[in-house]
């Protein structure tokens, strides 16, 4: 298992490092990011300040660690679909399926390289906030900051499998990462309190796992929340992962199955 998981990650970053461009201009674009939070602060982050007071920090400090937070954990929730889809236009999907490599080792080593960039990305963040913008981080609860960090990842990496379903049967067209894409990072409180949308959106933002998770994790940095405090929202998102977890993997097995009973996995 290992040794197979070892051997996709080799694959990628093989790949990965054929496109040093590429590559310098993601970390450009996690810069230009972080540069236009900073100056929406500038112009509007007064404005929001009531919206923030439970978590005793100003706009900019909440939107650049709730992005970067959401930038690692959405990784899961993009890469499975994206990569299959990748995989099908390169015309190697079908010789990765045909290999002896089980279904829940195939996914892991989908998405192996990914959060391992995710991380570099997250670094990146890190350092930026510490010694470019001068956050202060002392009151984190790291337990805490850990705890949501797994069960986030792994709901998040589950709504990803859920989506790659839709492309192994339909290639294109795939509303599950439509939603995941336009309506996570805009009504989980990503970019802007939950606080801030209209009273009739805001029970939406109660049904999506992000809602949770960003408060949680924002709670246990800024405000030293502990696991009591945050059991709340910890709980909502073991329930999650609990759920979506095993169905995810359940769901890709069965319509990894019926697309090669179709005979469609080299289609694309």
């Keep these: 298992m290992l040794k197979q998981i070892l051997a996709f990650i080799k694959k990628d970053f093989l790949l990965e490092k054929s496109y040093k461009v590429s590559f310098a201009l993601g970390v450009l674009a996690t810069f230009s990011g972080i540069l236009v939070f900073y100056f929406t602060d500038k112009l509007f982050g007064r404005r929001l300040t009531p919206y923030l007071a439970e978590y005793g920090i100003g706009y900019f400090a909440y939107v650049f660690t709730a992005s ?36 829940a080792v195939f996914l892991i080593s989908l998405s192996a390289w990914n959060f391992i960039f995710a991380s570099f990305e997250l670094l990146i963040y890190a350092l930026a906030a510490l010694f470019v913008f001068r956050l202060d981080f002392s009151n984190a609860n790291l337990p805490s900051v850990c705890v949501v ?49 209209p009273l009739w959106l805001q029970p939406l933002s109660k049904l999506l796992p992000v809602t949770y998770a960003v408060r949680a994790f924002e709670l246990a940095l800024h405000r030293g929340a502990g696991l009591y405090e945050l059991r709340s929202e910890l709980t909502i998102l073991f329930i999650f992962t609990a759920a979506l977890a095993p169905f995810s993997v359940w769901a890709f097995g069965k319509a990894l199955e019926r697309a090669r009973r179709m005979g469609t996995l080299g289609g694309y």
């Design 68 to 103: 970067a937070f959401f930038g690692y954990i959405g990784t899961g929730a993009g890469s499975y679909s994206e990569r299959l889809r990748t995989e099908q236009l390169q015309g190697t999907l079908e010789a990765q399926l045909s290999a002896p490599v089980r279904p």
């Design 149 to 197: 960090f797994l069960l986030s990842s792994v709901s998040f990496a589950a709504l990803g499998i859920l989506s790659s379903c839709f492309v192994l049967l339909f290639k294109c067209g795939n509303p599950a990462a439509w939603v995941l894409n336009n309506f996570e990072g805009l009504l989980g409180g990503v970019y802007f309190p939950v606080a801030v949308l």
